[in-house]
Nanobody, 114 residues
Framework: QVQLVESGGGLAQAGGSLTLSCAVS????????MGWFRQPPGKVRELVAN???????NYADSVRGRFTISRDGATNTLYLQMDSLKPEDTAVYYC????????WGQGTQVTVSA
């Protein structure tokens, strides 16, 4: 069982920055892959970025170069640093853990104004 609790969402202006955090209930390095997904209004959930246990990262084309995924093993926390935000980044962002099962956080709203 893995529990995930996101924080750090909110309102930002275009061009601004936000950092999302995800508290993980067990050793983050024991999880095959951790990631962030988002669901814009009226659209399907999509991958934003993920990081494998070995450290390899993967980004959606729409965020590459603007967002950075990272993790802290000391606190078992996953981060998403979001820079140069655009209105189209507005979505509910979800933390995800891929282990034997898939686990999801409750989501945190990010709203970017023009």
């Amino acid at each position: 069982q893995v529990q995930l609790v996101e924080s750090g969402g909110g309102l930002a202006q275009a061009g601004g920055s936000l950092t999302l955090s995800c508290a993980v209930s067990r050793n983050i390095f024991s999880i095959n892959r951790m990631g962030w997904f988002r669901q814009p209004p009226g659209k399907v959930r999509e991958l934003v970025a993920n990081i494998a246990a070995g450290g390899i990262t993967n980004y959606a084309d729409s965020v590459r170069g603007r967002f950075t995924i990272s993790r802290d093993g000391a606190t078992n926390t996953l981060y998403l640093q979001m820079d140069s935000l655009k209105p189209e980044d507005t979505a509910v962002y979800y933390c995800h853990a891929e282990s034997y099962y898939n686990y999801w956080g409750q989501g945190t709203q990010v709203t970017v104004s023009a």
